[in-house]
């Protein structure tokens, strides 16, 4: 648990976050993120990030299977996600499959994005033909009111405090969970609150394939 982010007390009321990331599949210019409002029918996901409540990160690149179209050049343009870096690094839809029912069986993650999130979610798994074994609901549906109003502006603070250098799915999961935190407790515009080091992407796992 990172108490420089969420303080001593326990964290345990915290959302694990789920954050994909995907391609259009129709598109050639730069613009190749696939984002919301797109047709997900048009997409496929190459990259997933959970953060668990406990604190854990896991993040995988994947690797497009048979009837997905190859990573374009220009997708690096959007995520820095380059068809090398996916040669690289990523791990095939049984291997993303296998280690998130792996680490998530029986949880609930919690989404921005519900219904892209879940249709990728399912691309992943029906291609490995593997159940999945844990659930996906709207992160909105756990945030008052509140936190609603005050989100957008909370969301900004944590991006300069947290000062991630690369946009990762892990990184964004980690970026929405201390959102979270912050405006349950209403401390978005607290001026007396520490400034925070900057933080490194979580456990390096982009580099490790499924972690």
């Known amino acids: 648990m990172n108490t420089t982010l969420f303080g001593d ?18 598109r050639k210019d730069a613009d190749l993120c696939a984002l919301p409002g797109e047709n997900i029918d048009d997409s496929y996901p190459v990259e997933i990030g ?35 870096l996916i040669d690289r690094h990523g791990v095939n839809v049984e291997a993303v499959a296998e280690g998130l029912n792996r680490r998530f069986s029986g949880l609930t993650l919690y989404s921005e994005q519900l ?9 992943i798994f029906d291609a490995a033909d593997i159940r999945r074994e844990f659930d996906v609901v709207d992160l909105a549906s756990m945030l008052t009111t509140r936190q609603k109003d005050i989100w957008p502006a909370t969301a900004r603070r944590v991006r300069q405090m ?8 892990s990184s964004e999961a980690r970026i929405l969970q201390t959102t979270f935190h912050w405006s349950l ?5 607290h001026s007396d609150r520490p400034v925070l ?10 580099n490790q394939g499924v972690a």
């Open 9 to 26: 007390e326990m964290a345990s009321d915290l959302p694990s976050i789920l954050v994909m990331y995907g391609c259009l599949q129709d």
């Open 50 to 84: 959970v953060m668990r409540s406990d604190g854990d990160a896991f993040c995988a690149l994947i690797q497009p299977c048979k009837g997905w179209k190859q990573l374009p050049e220009s997708a690096s343009n959007v995520h820095y996600i380059s068809p090398g």
């Open 115 to 123: 219904a892209q999130h879940k249709a990728w979610l399912d691309m």
């Open 162 to 169: 947290l000062g991630f250098t690369r946009q990762r799915a």
């Open 185 to 189: 407790n209403n401390e978005a515009f």
């Open 197 to 206: 080091p900057k933080a490194v992407a979580p456990r390096k796992a982009l």
